[in-house]
């Protein structure tokens, strides 16, 4: 599904050159469900942001299902994003006006007008299964640290996408909450044929995960397939 | 060096009241290394933020370094979570318009009074000690997830606190990053005899933990102390 031919980012920001990915490639199969695992600061990010058309690469070629997406305009890249890829930011993202169940529902409305009936069963299954229910008209800031990462869950999974990014999705939830979690991915992934990529230093997905690709100073360490899980 | 007697925190924004404490009590000895767990949405950040006197109880007692901080005013709490408290926030909480280096150094100038001389000193050996002298003049948008952690880290280490509340400080941060960072708490914790209290999933610092208390919708469920680490 994704396709990636020596990768590279910079960030320009007034001083020294930062480069957070200097040349990375990788291949990741539909349906994967595998984790990008490394140092703080070793482009992790960097990299979901690039697959995920939230940033544009420096150098490189990536392909996502089929499309160049570092030649994507930025409204071609918001279609394109909308389309098929849903993200678990690593700060969550929430909007702050909005309820819980209305930053779930947002992406239905905005991104692929679906209709009222229909949007509400998708919002409120995916709400009951991350267990937010009863928190579902609270507002980010009435919510815990780990209620609103499940917020962000649930809104990136309610457009059944074809590719999930999660970047650190389970760092603010304990074990049970986090391994519930973890089955409604594969659940979503075996039902829905998902591709799910994660971004993590969280063992319990790393353990989960079919494949590892390990980042180090923005270079691609190794890669390796284990056992599926 | 903390007491709590039937410590109980009701939110009231409209709807429902949420109890999220719902009568606690507990006593956490001086240079005590301890750690709250819990569930997702029991009440760890609500508890941490009444001892910090970031928020108040809506009822029961809370001692800290001898002082009843339900009583203080706006203005005292600020002086005395000044003085005494160094707070890692579970959203890190940073200032975004300053660099890494001069949001570790806000408390000194803001709340200390500390020379520039000191100052400088002061800071960047903390900036050392969370390894993130080569990042000191980003700012917070321009670092990882686990940078802006460690800055947060750094920033509620270098008053030299008596007591530091860590709200799930280690949660961004990769195996070996986490380690070093648990090290040198405890190392701050012998030669200034300070005292943690943490909030955390990460077994890693449970591990590490002298005693655990844990929290269950609100009630804590049990404490108990293991050996030494
Ligand atoms: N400002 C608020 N208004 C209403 N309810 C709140 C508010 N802050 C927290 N709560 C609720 O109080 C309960 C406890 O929240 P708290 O943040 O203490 O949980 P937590 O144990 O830190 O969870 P996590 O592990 O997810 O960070 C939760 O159900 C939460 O939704
Ligand atoms: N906007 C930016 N400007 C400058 N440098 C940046 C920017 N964003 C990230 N970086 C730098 O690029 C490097 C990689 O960052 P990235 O966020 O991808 O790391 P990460 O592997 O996700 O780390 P963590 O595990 O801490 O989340 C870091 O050194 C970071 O400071
Ligand atoms: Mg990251
Ligand atoms: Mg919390």
């Given at each position: 599904?994704?396709?990636?031919?020596?990768?590279?980012?910079?960030?320009?920001?007034?001083?020294?050159?930062?480069?957070?990915?200097?040349?990375?490639?990788?291949?990741?199969?539909?349906?994967?469900?595998?984790?990008?695992?490394?140092?703080?600061?070793?482009?992790?990010?960097?990299?979901?942001?690039?697959?995920?058309?939230?940033?544009?690469?420096?150098?490189?070629?990536?392909?996502?299902?089929?499309?160049?997406?570092?030649?994507?305009?930025?409204?071609?890249?918001?279609?394109?994003?909308?389309?098929?890829?849903?993200?678990?930011?690593?700060?969550?993202?929430?909007?702050?006006?909005?309820?819980?169940?209305?930053?779930?529902?947002?992406?239905?409305?905005?991104?692929?007008?679906?209709?009222?009936?229909?949007?509400?069963?998708?919002?409120?299954?995916?709400?009951?299964?991350?267990?937010?229910?009863?928190?579902?008209?609270?507002?980010?800031?009435?919510?815990?640290?780990?209620?609103?990462?499940?917020?962000?869950?649930?809104?990136?999974?309610?457009?059944?996408?074809?590719?999930?990014?999660?970047?650190?999705?389970?760092?603010?939830?304990?074990?049970?909450?986090?391994?519930?979690?973890?089955?409604?991915?594969?659940?979503?992934?075996?039902?829905?044929?998902?591709?799910?990529?994660?971004?993590?230093?969280?063992?319990?997905?790393?353990?989960?995960?079919?494949?590892?690709?390990?980042?180090?100073?923005?270079?691609?360490?190794?890669?390796h397939n284990q056992g599926g899980g």
């Amino acid at each position: 599904l994704i396709t990636g031919q020596d990768v590279s980012k910079v960030y320009h920001n007034g001083g020294v050159p930062i480069e957070a990915l200097k040349g990375v490639s990788f291949s990741i199969e539909k349906e994967a469900f595998v984790s990008v695992v490394g140092p703080s600061g070793s482009g992790k990010t960097t990299l979901l942001n690039l697959i995920g058309c939230l940033d544009k690469p420096s150098g490189g070629r990536l392909l996502v299902a089929g499309t160049d997406v570092a030649g994507l305009g930025r409204t071609d890249a918001a279609i394109f994003r909308g389309s098929h890829i849903g993200f678990i930011f690593q700060s969550f993202n929430l909007i702050p006006v909005l309820t819980a169940y209305e930053n779930v529902e947002y992406p239905l409305i905005m991104v692929q007008n679906v209709p009222a009936a229909q949007r509400r069963r998708q919002v409120q299954d995916l709400i009951a299964a991350v267990g937010m229910s009863d928190q579902q008209t609270k507002r980010p800031d009435q919510l815990s640290g780990g209620q609103k990462q499940r917020v962000a869950i649930a809104r990136a999974l309610v457009t059944h996408p074809q590719l999930v990014l999660a970047d650190e999705p389970t760092a603010n939830l304990d074990h049970d909450t986090a391994m519930g979690i973890i089955r409604l991915m594969k659940g979503i992934r075996k039902e829905l044929q998902t591709t799910f990529v994660f971004s993590t230093h969280d063992v319990r997905i790393i353990d989960e995960a079919e494949g590892i690709y390990r980042i180090e100073d923005g270079l691609l360490k190794e890669s390796h397939n284990q056992g599926g899980g």
